[in-house]
């Protein structure tokens, strides 16, 4: 009678012994990660065409667009009740020199990007918001490959200092023009030697945007030359980046991570580290890639201070994956920022078609419609603001994630993002809330079937330290401190 009293007891006082009602989650505001710099945006303009004179490409679609429309997807991006970006990334296209010798033209090829970033720095200020800007060498101009031609694959290195002021004059422009450039980024995807014939270094196919092949040696050594023309050019607060792997992966397992690590020069110059956040999780494809965070692991063993932005990743199919990309490089990876692949499009303006979504969708009619992949991203960007702090999570489901920024003494409040596919055994969440001066949480959401895209769902109290939330299927949810 003893031993059955005893293992009752012992029952009773078991954590089993309790229904589990919740899948437990945390966010943990005064347990703060990385800085945050933003979330960004990128218009891209001529990206594809071989011969500009007959084909005057503009992916982003405003040269359709009249006066009042630009002005309206300012605001939507820009806006105090739009996307409020941080940063913008701007390319710089093979076209605007002929020549090393030849004078340079910034405007033919960028005026719809120009008058896109123009009017998102003027709205931001407005509000005494700055917009940092990135620019990237989408491709090196004709006299500095070897093939002598748009998409030629090879270098030419003895061009180097040439190239570097090629990039250095686009960022004195920029200036000129109030746009305030922060970094030059040096190549677009140029890890990607399988884009050209072994032979000839042509690209084997047309749909492919401008490029260059980046040994990983003339990464470092493009880096260092462009670092001291740039302190030569009176530029000091320029700053370098590595530029654009295709994905982490790449960057890591092709050798452009090491490379790095093992030329100090090259990591003195190094004032950011960029790469492109596309992620497939498919081994069968030569696109495979994930999130690993062993780049940033071995930069920063020599350099802590280094921040990475992710500057372009996929929309996808516009669902709750992109979150969970933007999850996983946030807490995987260890970023500060992140931009998304072009986020307005025309799309009958890139080859073959684009199959990485959009925020914004221009039409060949000259109208525009904002996509559900705007609201999806809304739910981020209204979270997390420069100058926050990524706040450590947990949630006890492999389909949820949760994203947490805390204030950080900026004039933002803690936040947090839930996103939940969860198709079996679903409970609600009871997400338990630390180290916040809020008590109350206003909530967002955007769901996958397009009935909530970005709507109030009202005020959720902190009860016993958690908010008790049970959000339908394919759904982000945003949570907003309030006084």
């Given at each position: 009678m003893k031993r059955l009293v005893y293992l009752l007891s012992l029952l009773l006082l078991s954590p089993f012994a309790f229904a589990i009602e919740h899948i437990p989650a945390s966010v943990d505001f005064a347990d703060s990660l990385q800085l945050w710099d933003g979330f960004g945006f990128n218009y891209v303009e001529t990206c594809q065409t071989r011969d500009y004179n007959e084909w005057e490409q503009d992916y982003g679609g405003y040269s359709l667009l009249n006066d009042k429309q630009k002005e309206e997807i300012a605001e939507l991006v820009f806006g105090k009740n739009g996307l409020q970006v941080d940063i913008i990334k701007m390319f710089l296209d093979p076209w605007h020199q002929e020549s090393p010798e030849s004078g340079f033209d910034h405007t033919t090829t960028t005026s719809n990007m120009l008058r896109f970033v123009e009017d998102g720095v003027s709205l931001a200020r407005k509000e005494n918001r700055e917009i940092e800007v990135i620019t990237t060498l989408y491709?090196?101009?004709?006299?500095?490959?070897?093939?002598?031609h748009i998409g030629g694959r090879d270098l030419d290195t003895s061009k180097f200092k040439d190239l570097a002021e090629y990039m250095i004059d686009w960022a004195k422009f920029l200036r000129e023009r109030k746009i305030g450039v922060?970094?030059?980024?040096?190549?677009?995807?140029?890890?990607?030697f399988?884009?050209?014939?072994?032979?000839?270094?042509?690209?084997?196919?047309?749909?492919?945007?401008?490029n260059a092949h980046w040994p990983p040696e003339q990464v470092n050594t493009f880096m260092k030359v462009l670092s001291k023309e740039v302190d030569r050019s009176g530029l000091n607060d320029l700053g370098v980046t590595n530029g654009e792997p295709s994905n982490w992966t790449?960057?890591?397992?092709?050798?452009?991570?090491?490379?790095?690590?093992?030329?100090?020069?090259?990591?003195?110059?190094?004032?950011?580290?960029?790469?492109?956040?596309?992620?497939?999780?498919?081994?069968?494809?030569?696109?495979?890639?994930?999130?690993?965070?062993?780049?940033?692991?071995?930069?920063r063993s020599e350099r802590p201070d280094l921040h990475t932005w992710i500057t372009s990743?996929?929309?996808?199919?516009?669902d709750t994956r992109f979150i969970k990309m933007a999850y996983e490089h946030i807490y995987y990876a260890g970023v500060n920022a992140l931009i998304p692949w072009a986020g307005i499009q025309e799309p009958t303006q890139w080859l073959e078609g684009d199959s990485l979504g959009n925020a914004i969708t221009v039409t060949e009619d000259g109208e525009y419609?904002?996509?559900?992949?705007?609201?999806?991203?809304?739910?981020?960007?209204?979270?997390?603001?420069?100058?926050?702090k990524v706040a450590r999570t947990t949630a006890a489901n492999p389909t949820a994630n949760l994203i947490?920024?805390?204030s950080n003494g900026t004039d933002h409040p803690d936040a947090f993002v839930l996103v939940s596919n969860i198709r079996i055994w679903g409970l609600p969440y009871a997400v338990e809330v630390k180290g916040s001066q809020y008590t109350r949480f206003?909530?967002?959401?955007?769901?996958?079937d397009g009935k909530d895209l970005y709507k109030d769902i009202g005020l959720f109290e902190v009860k016993d330290g958690r908010i008790v939330y049970d959000p339908p299927y394919g759904s982000v949810t945003t949570f907003i401190g309030q006084k």
């Open positions: 491709g090196p101009p004709i006299w500095a490959t070897l093939q002598g922060k970094y030059l980024s040096i190549h677009n995807e140029g890890e990607d399988y884009r050209w014939t072994h032979d000839e270094g042509k690209q084997r196919l047309e749909r492919f945007d401008y790449r960057f890591h397992n092709w050798g452009y991570a090491h490379a790095l690590f093992s030329d100090k020069e090259a990591m003195a110059a190094l004032d950011l580290l960029t790469t492109h956040g596309f992620i497939n999780g498919d081994y069968t494809k030569l696109s495979y890639s994930n999130a690993n965070g062993s780049t940033t692991s071995m930069l990743y996929a929309w996808g199919a516009l419609k904002v996509t559900r992949g705007y609201y999806l991203y809304k739910q981020l960007t209204s979270a997390g603001h420069r100058g926050m947490g920024f805390s206003r909530a967002y959401r955007t769901t996958e």
